[in-house]
């Protein structure tokens, strides 16, 4: 079992260092002369490419409840943070988006040059106070440009069933500029676990949640809201789907 496991994702990761290394580099390179919208949907096609290798490399399929739910407008959305999975899914779904990730991602070659050029929000995860100023004044900016703005609230990527400390800054975010809070909760470390080589064949179900309101807000009753909701959908969603036999 573990050989075919890891023969099926060795074949997938040789395919996606090559979409993500041809998609970085037209992105840093011919992407600065188109525009920003454009050049966002151009790199992101690398991510519907990743999604779809995975399913035929791996057999990991997507079942997706909520999509309705996305607001017209921009807004702040949260998810729980179990893989690099839901990092290309929902920076694809849910563009124009700026996504908040630390610096050191940025210095990577060509990978971080072409990740560069989507507009993310970079932070000093090492200096919290800085963090969340830059959270604050960045994210009210890409708002006001039309972008949304997608954060990962437990900070770093969660073993799945491992209880997440959710941050504050997105409901902050939302509050200070009165946008509404897309919840989003997925299972996807069943078949992606975090920090881990091996790929295990499922199903990975995502639900986008109803927008949350941030007029009269608190930010720390709306982080917990949301926290609630997102462990509660995870709990609900059939792990015997998301994790199946060779």
Known sequence: ??????????????????????????????????????????????????????????????????????????????????????????????????????????????????????????????????????????GKTRLSEGNNVLLYPEGSRMEVGAPGNYGRSGTALAIAAQVPLLPIAHNAGYCWPAHRFLKIPGTIHVEFGKPLSTCNADSKLLTDEIKLWIETSIAAMPVRESRQKI
């Not at 023969?7 to 395919?15: A, C, E, K, N, Q």
């Not at 290394?21 to 002369?33: A, D, K, M, N, Y």
């Not at 309705?68 to 729980?80: H, K, M």
């Open 1 to 138: 079992m573990n050989f075919v496991l890891g023969l099926r994702s060795t074949v997938y990761y040789i395919g996606y260092i090559l979409i993500i290394g041809v998609f970085s580099t037209v992105g840093f390179t011919i992407g600065v002369l188109l525009t920003y919208k454009l050049r966002q949907d151009m790199l992101t096609l690398a991510n519907v490419l990743v999604v779809k290798w995975l399913k035929l490399a791996c057999n990991i399929k997507l079942e997706i409840k909520g999509l309705e739910n996305i607001p017209p407008t921009p807004f702040v959305a949260l998810s729980n943070h179990q893989s690099s999975w839901e990092t290309y899914y929902l920076q694809r779904t849910l563009r124009p988006v700026s996504t908040i990730l630390k610096k050191e991602l940025l210095k990577i070659p060509i990978f971080g040059w072409g990740l560069a050029m989507t507009r993310p929000i970079a932070i000093n995860r090492a200096s919290p106070r800085s963090a969340l100023r830059d959270i604050l004044s960045q």
